[in-house]
């Protein structure tokens, strides 16, 4: 007998033993213990739920919302001295700023209804918005329907904001050549059958932004569609003729126009006495705000140029003050940051192409192109390697239709990636 209890006494020992393991076992599949891996989803208890992965080049996103809110806070700077202007007397400090403010964040709502569209629908779509865009490029020539500001019919007013339907030609043009790019794919060696019809369409839209005037936009569309000409594999020769022809038909228009001849020279030589105060101005005090900004800058909200010396500081040239404020160092981060996003933006074109997503690859690229030499233009024009021109700063300048239809393209842009994305895990774009 006391053989039998010293047996059960060890027996509940071990039994005593092993309980807290068999809890601490259920503890780890059931409740706090240590995470357990299955498959492709990660638990530690019924807390811990699946690891997601966002299907879109974040780094791409955070710098373009940098950019926007920088640029916020410089159309603030550069525009709060304008009530004291008389042609701006019943504005408010705020009120460029705050306008703004409303454009970013129609175009992000914009943006993120875009971004559910599938690169199928586009290409779908594409010779349609393209017509739609030329319809509007019409409407805008006819008077009581385009407003006319400083003798330009460049925008329908639509309430608190106006439209520019020369910033939706960009869009459309950059998706149409794509697609044409796609269509014509097997005769791009032949001259006329590749490229005459492509001509055909720059020609129309050229003269109808003549019209308005507006060759600053005409030039981009040019370059746009030029360079997915070249991307999608257009014979070189002939495309060096074409830009050859491209950059005659320019000089000329340049040759035939009075005012735009004296642009030219004013670029040329801004502080004589004959374009000093004239068609120089812009520049020369451009100029004297980068003078002032020397290296570091002379601090947020310490412009002089801003107050009614420099014309148009929070829309063409935000980067004078940008210069005067943050001075050489801030410069030179605007420039990076536009470098950088471009590479982003060229690399994911080039990836899907690799995935023989041709049509979205060259969409893609095409947005790069257009951002980079507005970008370029922009820059070029406020440190006197340019003569003037009037395009903004894109994602920077204030200005609610281009503000719109640049963040429509760049979410374009992260939908080719979401779907390289798909692709490369084996899914479906």
């Known amino acids: 007998m006391a053989a039998l209890n010293q047996g059960l006494g060890k027996l509940r020992a ?64 550069a525009s709060i001295a304008l009530p004291d202007n008389p042609r701006f007397a019943n504005y408010a400090p705020t009120h460029f700023a705050v306008r703004h403010g409303l454009f970013i964040l129609i175009g992000l709502i914009g943006s993120l209804i875009v971004f559910q569209v599938p690169m199928q629908t586009w290409e779908r779509f594409a010779p349609w918005l393209f017509a739609l865009a030329l319809l509007l490029l019409v409407l805008v020539l006819v008077p009581f329907i385009g407003k006319g500001v400083n003798g330009a019919r460049r925008w329908f007013s639509l309430g608190i904001i106006s439209f520019q339907p020369s910033e939706l030609a960009k869009l459309t043009i950059l998706l149409y050549a794509a697609d044409y790019m796609v269509r014509k794919m097997d005769v791009k060696e032949r001259f006329f059958r590749a490229v005459a ?119 063409d040239f935000l980067l004078a003050v940008i210069g005067e404020e943050f001075g050489l160092i801030g410069v030179l981060v605007v420039i990076g940051v536009f470098m950088w996003m471009i590479r982003r933006i060229m690399h994911i074109g080039r990836q899907a192409i690799a995935l023989d997503q041709v049509f979205a690859g060259l969409v893609a690229q095409g947005v790069g192109l257009w951002i980079g030499f507005q970008a370029f233009i922009n820059i070029g024009v406020n440190l006197g390697a340019l003569p003037t021109k009037g395009l903004t700063l894109p994602l920077m300048s204030y200005g609610g239709s281009a503000i719109l239809l640049e963040l429509v393209a760049l979410a374009i842009v992260l939908r080719v990636d979401y779907e390289n994305r798909q692709l490369m895990k084996g899914g479906r774009s």
């Open 197 to 315: 019809p492509m001509a055909v369409a720059l020609a129309v839209v050229g003269m109808l932004l003549l019209a308005e005037p507006d060759m600053g936009a005409f030039m981009v569309i040019v370059v746009i569609a030029m360079g997915i000409l070249f991307l999608g594999g257009v014979n070189a020769r002939m495309f060096f003729l074409i830009a050859l022809v491209v950059v005659g038909a320019f000089a000329l228009m340049v040759m035939m126009s009075e005012w735009r001849r004296e642009r030219i020279f004013a670029y040329l030589d801004p502080w004589s006495e004959q374009y000093a105060l004239g068609k120089g101005y812009q520049l020369s005090h451009s100029l004297i705000a980068f003078g002032r900004g020397e290296i570091f800058g002379v601090g947020l909200g310490g412009s002089v140029e801003k107050l009614h010396w420099l014309p148009e500081a929070h829309t």
């Open 14 to 77: 071990s039994f005593g033993a092993m309980l807290p393991r068999v809890v601490g076992l259920g503890n780890a599949i059931g409740g706090d213990g240590l995470p357990v891996r299955l498959s492709n989803r990660t638990y530690a208890g019924t807390r811990q739920g699946q690891v997601r992965e966002l299907g879109f080049d974040q780094p791409l996103l955070w710098v373009v919302m940098a950019l926007m809110a920088w640029g916020l806070v410089m159309v603030y700077s």
